[in-house]
């Protein structure tokens, strides 16, 4: 297949999705079945060409990068700068191919499982609509292969992110949830967009492949390594915001809100990896301390993150403080220099994250159903505490579950043992080469935390009693289009599908996938690829060791505190109640920025406002009252002394009249007089003269 | 006094311009007078051929003494024509306010006052 139509067929796998949401979004309440089955058809499309397009260039062009450029805009020659185009285009290289196939791949899942999930909503047309240009933004950022195009797509992720968080927007928690993450996620593209533009400001160019060339050159910003890290650290804040990373976390688990297909598709699989993919894309220009920087943030996101999640009850709270704590994984792996690790675990963590949120959904679906038939409007239907044992009446759900929770608790044969075990002995071998021994510490203890949280999710909702046996005669497992997804994502859990060899992640992502060489300047750059690979070689052995060690141990007291109940957890929560209500209260973040930056802004808006009511609208008023004052003194002074000047001069006028009107007396003789006593006078006069 | 009586009495028969503008003067003066006191509308007319006589004596003066040409005493016969001309419809006038007001008053003939 030549490239101009692999090409062609991405560009296909890019506009499909928009046409659908045009086509649905305009006329889908006339559509028969709403559109869902227009929208669903789209994007199955869209996989099945992303999966040739993935084949093909893994088989032909395994090491080629395919482009396609235009000129967006010609300035010609600007003064100061000289000729000035704006390129833009798309790109393909096996990253791109592979996010490809993960997005339209969990999209069409999602799509599948909506169709059942979604049955009956109020807005079902628009949200498959939202679906639609979702997909297609995030096919924007994953295609294009400059900062220009991927912001735009980065933007419009937001958008629909916004939409759908609040597709339940009569609840004023959904409507907050929305704004929350909208708001938060511009914190994190303001950091982006400096960062884009200190680079456009050096290299005149939107395009990756000109800015890295450009650095290998030689040019830095402004002269100065120091510019190079603050504009690696700048892009990595829009990372911040849209992976939901430390401090800007607290705007993915309010997105909870949302409907969990929705969840599962954009907050836990593809938006929020797109920061993750970002790193991932300008990971040549990143400095030594710009990767640092990336690393600690990523840590600790992973713990703070993986201990709120042990003190949730809500099923989709821990998912979300879960993903987080995933993604700070991701980040922390790009930051350490695991490259290949990194986005590995972006695709598998994609897999097994969407599966779980889609079978909290299923979950979350039978208790509303059941709730509903009871007519319990106040019983929470996504509260772990309020399920158990459902086991035996969702077996489908159950076993995919399962597998999902073994695959992020990174169990062998997983997936997710592949890729953990991967960034695991990253941080080792980050630690072995720069001494910084807390990034390992704190991974190994977040996956045991990890294996903890998630089977103890695991145990409370499936395993056990249910908490009320008349309910639990109500529940049923979900239908097929909910559970086939289900089953589909499990069996992409499995680590058949990544690598041969199950304690290896050099399969095929990790070939296709190689950690691109730094272009920036040897005094600041990240020890190379190949250091740092034969360093994350040796330390394998021991980080599999490690990780299996602390993820059994978690799993082992999941079961001993909840199954086996040989440990109290309500006796052990009520010994460190302190720390367990700074979990319970996730470490306070919400309130902490509501006092601080809610409530700062607020005061300072007040402050403000107070400026604007007494000075500026004093000024204002007071300019007003003095011309009113002033005016009424011009207003007077006309009528007094102008008016009186007119009026004195008709009176004059007036007056003379009716002086001058008895000389007119109508007799000749009088006016015979009268000029023969002018000529006299002007006689005299002359001759006086 | 005495010097300005002698001086006169020298001018008095000595005739140049002078005399006969002086004459032209008082003439003028009186027709005046006549128009501006008398209330006939007669009265009034024959003041007016006063003036105009007054004129002619003027110009008869300077065409004799001044000019060297007759213009002067052409003007007058003109002027003497004129005031011919002037009488005979002066008098029809008169004729017809005493017609229509039975009266030759001029104080009394005032409606074209307002």
Same mark, same amino acid.
């Given at each position: 297949m030549s490239q101009e139509l692999l090409l062609t067929l991405s560009l296909i796998v890019l506009v499909a999705p928009l046409l659908g949401f045009t086509l649905v979004i305009f006329f889908g309440k006339k559509l028969p079945r709403q559109g869902d089955w227009l929208e669903t058809s789209i994007i199955s499309i869209a996989l099945v060409l992303s999966f040739i397009i993935l084949f093909q260039k893994l088989t032909h062009y395994h090491d080629q990068t395919l482009s396609l450029n235009f000129t967006w805009v010609d300035f010609h020659n600007v003064p100061g700068i000289g000729p000035m185009k704006i390129v833009l285009g798309f790109a393909i290289d096996n990253l791109a191919a592979i996010m490809l196939v993960v997005?339209?791949? *969990?999209?069409?899942?999602?799509?599948?499982?909506?169709?059942?999930?979604?049955?009956?909503?109020?807005?079902?047309?628009?949200?498959?609509?939202?679906?639609?240009?979702?997909?297609? @933004?995030?096919?924007? *950022?994953?295609?294009?292969?400059?900062?220009?195009?991927?912001?735009?797509?980065?933007?419009?992720? +937001?958008?629909? @992110?916004?939409?759908?968080?609040?597709?339940?927007?009569?609840?004023?928690?959904?409507?907050?949830?929305?704004?929350?993450?909208? $708001?938060?996620n511009r914190i994190g593209d303001i950091g982006f967009?400096?960062? $884009?533009?200190?680079?456009?400001? !050096?290299?005149?160019?939107?395009?990756?492949?000109? $800015?890295?060339? +450009?650095?290998?050159?030689?040019?830095?910003?402004?002269?100065?390594?120091?510019?190079?890290?603050?504009? %690696?650290?700048?892009?990595?804040?829009? #990372?911040? +915001?849209?992976? #939901?990373?430390?401090?800007?976390?607290?705007?993915?688990?309010?997105?909870?809100?949302?409907? !969990?297909? &929705? @969840?599962?598709?954009?907050? /836990?699989?593809?938006?929020?990896?797109? %920061? &993750?993919?970002?790193?991932?894309?300008?990971?040549?220009?990143?400095? /030594?301390? #710009?990767?640092?920087?990336?690393?600690?943030?990523?840590?600790?996101?992973?713990?703070? @993150? =993986? !201990?709120?999640? $042990?003190?949730?009850?809500?099923?989709?709270?821990?998912? /979300?403080?879960?993903?987080?704590?995933?993604? %700070?994984?991701?980040?922390? =792996?790009? +930051?350490?220099?695991?490259? !290949? /690790?990194? &986005?590995f675990h972006l695709v598998t963590h994609a897999m097994f994250k969407a599966g779980l949120f889609l079978g909290s959904g299923s979950v979350i679906h039978a208790m509303h159903h059941a709730l509903h038939h009871q007519n319990d409007h106040h019983t929470d239907a996504q509260d772990i505490r309020n399920m158990g044992g459902l086991k035996s009446k969702m077996p489908v759900t159950f076993w995919t579950f399962v597998v999902f929770t073994l695959a992020i608790s990174g169990v062998p044969l997983t997936s997710g043992f592949l890729s953990k075990d991967e960034i695991l002995a990253g941080t080792l071998a980050f630690s072995g080469l720069t001494g910084h021994s807390l990034v390992p510490l704190i991974g190994f203890f977040v996956a045991g935390l990890t294996a903890f949280y998630m089977f103890r999710v695991v145990i409370l909702t499936f395993l056990g009693e249910h908490s009320d046996p008349h309910r639990l005669e109500h529940i049923h497992e979900s239908p097929k289009v909910m559970t086939l997804p289900l089953v589909l994502l499990a069996i992409l859990s499995v680590f058949i599908f990544y690598s041969f060899n199950p304690f290896s992640a050099a399969g095929w992502i990790a070939h296709a996938v190689e950690r691109p060489e730094s272009v920036v300047p040897a005094v600041v750059a990240a020890p190379s690829a190949e250091v740092f690979g034969e360093a994350a070689h040796h330390a394998h052995g021991t980080a599999m060791m490690l990780s299996l060690l602390v993820a059994g141990l978690g799993m082992l007291t999941a079961f001993a505190t909840y199954r086996w109940k040989k440990i109290n957890a309500d006796k052990i929560a009520a010994h460190v109640a302190p720390l367990h209500k700074f979990l319970m209260n996730k470490w306070y973040f919400d309130e902490l920025y509501n006092g601080v930056v809610v409530n700062g802004t607020l005061t300072w808006t007040n402050i403000l406002r107070w400026f604007d009511d007494t000075i500026v609208d004093g000024a204002v008023n007071g300019a007003g009252s003095v011309t009113k004052v002033s005016s009424f003194i011009s207003g007077k002074f006309d009528s007094i002394v102008i008016d009186g000047f007119v009026n004195m001069t008709a009176y004059l006028s007036g007056f003379a009249g009716l002086v001058l009107r008895k000389v007119q007396t109508g007799k000749i003789q009088t006016y015979i007089i009268f000029a023969v006593f002018s000529v006299m006078i002007f006689y005299f006069a002359f001759r006086i003269w | 006094m005495q010097a300005f009586f002698d001086e006169f009495l020298q001018w008095l028969p000595n005739v140049q311009l002078a005399h006969f503008l002086i004459v032209s003067a008082i003439l003028f003066s009186l027709g005046i007078y006549g128009i501006v006191t008398r209330r006939n509308a007669i009265l009034v007319l024959m003041g007016v051929e006063l003036v105009l006589n007054a004129a002619n004596i003027n110009f008869i003066a300077f065409s004799r003494y001044g000019g060297v040409n007759m213009d002067g005493q052409l003007a007058a016969i003109f002027v003497i024509i004129l005031a011919a001309a002037e009488a005979a419809v002066a008098l029809a006038i008169v004729l017809n306010i005493y017609h229509r007001f039975q009266t030759v008053n001029v104080d009394e003939v005032s409606t074209l006052r307002e």
């Open positions: 997005v339209t791949l *969990i999209s069409t899942v999602v799509h599948f499982f909506s169709i059942g999930y979604m049955q009956g909503d109020v807005r079902y047309s628009r949200y498959f609509a939202f679906l639609g240009i979702f997909s297609f @933004s995030m096919l924007l *950022i994953v295609l294009s292969n400059n900062l220009f195009l991927l912001y735009v797509g980065w933007e419009l992720v +937001g958008l629909s @992110s916004y939409l759908l968080i609040g597709h339940w927007y009569e609840k004023k928690s959904a409507s907050d949830a929305a704004i929350k993450a909208f $708001i938060v967009f400096t960062g $884009i533009m200190i680079l456009f400001a !050096t290299f005149h160019t939107f395009g990756l492949q000109e $800015i890295f060339d +450009g650095i290998k050159n030689g040019t830095i910003p402004y002269g100065s390594e120091g510019w190079l890290t603050a504009a %690696g650290v700048l892009i990595f804040c829009g #990372a911040v +915001g849209k992976s #939901a990373q430390f401090p800007l976390h607290v705007w993915l688990p309010d997105a909870m809100e949302g409907p !969990t297909p &929705v @969840s599962a598709l954009i907050h /836990a699989a593809t938006m929020v990896a797109a %920061g &993750v993919y970002l790193v991932a894309r300008t990971f040549p220009m990143m400095t /030594a301390d #710009a990767l640092m920087v990336i690393a600690y943030i990523g840590a600790i996101t992973a713990f703070i @993150s =993986a !201990t709120i999640a $042990i003190a949730q009850n809500d099923i989709k709270k821990v998912l /979300a403080y879960s993903t987080v704590s995933q993604l %700070g994984y991701m980040v922390m =792996a790009l +930051g350490v220099g695991a490259y !290949t /690790a990194g &986005v | -």
